[in-house]
Structures are given as C-alpha cells and as structure tokens.
C-alpha cells in the first residue's frame, strides 16, 4: 500500500470555526489531491498540487485553501467551516508516470 | 467539460452471476479511464485502467473493462460474483490533454446476495 496518512480520521467542529486537514505522504510523489466524497457525487476535486508550492482549484475550491510547503504534505485548510462542508475528504497521491492515483484512508468532517 | 455517467446508484447480483456496472464518458481529449473500488470505510483503489493500446483491459480481483469509442463507453464486468466484490465502484476520466487530474462518476454500489 502506498504510505498515505490523513489526520485527523475524524472531527466535529461548530460552524464558523476554521479547520485543518493534513495528507502526509512517504512515496515522494509529486501529485497531491484532495477530494470531497457526498452521496451520488462521487469524488470532487477541491484542490491540487503538482509541487511544493504550486497548487491549483478544483471544480469546488470556494471556501478552502491549501498549502504544500514540503514534498511529503498536502493541507487543507476550511477557513470558516459551514455545515455544506460536512462530508468525507480523501487526499490521493500521483508520480504523474502512470495517471494512477493512490488514496489516504479519508477523514469524515461533520460540522454542526 | 469531461463528465462521467454510471447508470444504476445500486445494482444487485447473486452471488456466482455476472457482473456489469456501466460507464459512459464525455470527453474532448483521448480519454484515459479509469475503475477504483472503495471497500466500506476505506479509501479508492485502482482496479484498472485504459491509456492506450488493447480496448479490452484487465483489472486485479478477475474485473475487465472494455473501451468502445463509437459508444463512448467503459463498462466494467466480472463472470462471476464472489461475496468480497461488495464494494462502491468509480468510473474515472482524465480531466483534460495534459493534466494529472481527473473526473469521477457518482459510483455504483454493488451488493452480492449469498
């Protein structure tokens, strides 16, 4: 299995409240993702990274941030967390070779 | 815009039937495809993939999907289903020509009667 943690597995927060969500990786991969996954959504792309401090949005970036300042980790940042932002998020990694991606155990967010 | 359809949130099968879970695409670009398996409480992992090459592709755990072009479609099948197959399954697309990123279809949960 490719070496992706996610911290934490779970947490309950308020609205209104920040929230950070951490990937770590061991690969040494290149590609970092974080996804939301919502019934009869499937997986959606929030943000990206193809570098340390290079990082793009995904189709539903409004109300996160990311930073990549070292290979091995990926945040995710909620700035002020709304309960429409309860929901499972994976982070996933890629070498950028193959198109395979691999994903983290996931972290089940509930905002209330 | 890419997209995926995979028809039917929820498909049944008796154990020993055959699988058949659908995927159809849109794409603009030669699509690159995908199929990851989620286990209850578990991330996505890679079952198989098309980039080039043979339509007919081989995926770990006896899955095999098909690229048919003219239908613009992926289907993933299996001969017979085992009990462990119970799963959700994604159908993926390359997002664009020159990325690493990717589209998901809204999944497939699949049951397997004893």
């Known amino acids: 299995d490719a070496g992706i943690t996610q911290s934490p597995r779970h947490k309950v927060t308020e609205t209104g409240t920040p929230v950070t969500l951490r990937c770590h990786q061991t690969?040494?991969?290149?590609?970092m993702y974080w996804y939301r996954q919502d019934p009869g959504h499937g997986l959606r792309l929030i943000h990206y990274s193809y570098g340390v401090k290079d990082t793009d949005k995904g189709e539903v970036s409004d109300g996160y941030s990311v930073s990549r300042s070292k290979t091995e980790d990926f945040l995710l940042t909620l700035e002020s967390a709304t309960s429409s932002q309860t929901s499972v998020y994976f982070c996933?990694?890629?070498?950028?070779?193959?198109?395979?991606?691999?994903f983290g155990p996931g972290t089940r967010l509930t905002v209330t | 815009a890419q997209s995926v359809t995979q028809l039917g949130s929820h498909v049944s099968v008796s154990e020993g039937a055959l699988v058949l879970l659908r995927c159809n695409y849109s794409s603009s670009v030669p699509p690159y495809l995908f199929w990851y398996v989620q286990y209850p409480n578990q991330g996505l992992q890679l079952l198989l993939k098309?980039?080039?090459?043979?339509?007919l592709v081989k995926g770990i755990n006896g899955f095999e999907a098909e690229f048919k072009k003219s239908e613009t479609s992926f289907h993933l099948t299996k001969p017979s289903a085992h009990m462990s197959d119970a799963a959700e399954y994604f159908c993926a697309v390359r997002a664009d020509n020159y990325g690493q990123n990717f589209v998901f279809g809204p999944g497939t949960r699949l049951s397997v009667l004893p």
């Open positions: 996933a990694i890629s070498d950028g070779t193959n198109y395979e991606q691999y």
């Open positions: 098309y980039t080039t090459g043979a339509t």
């Open positions: 690969e040494n991969h290149r590609y």
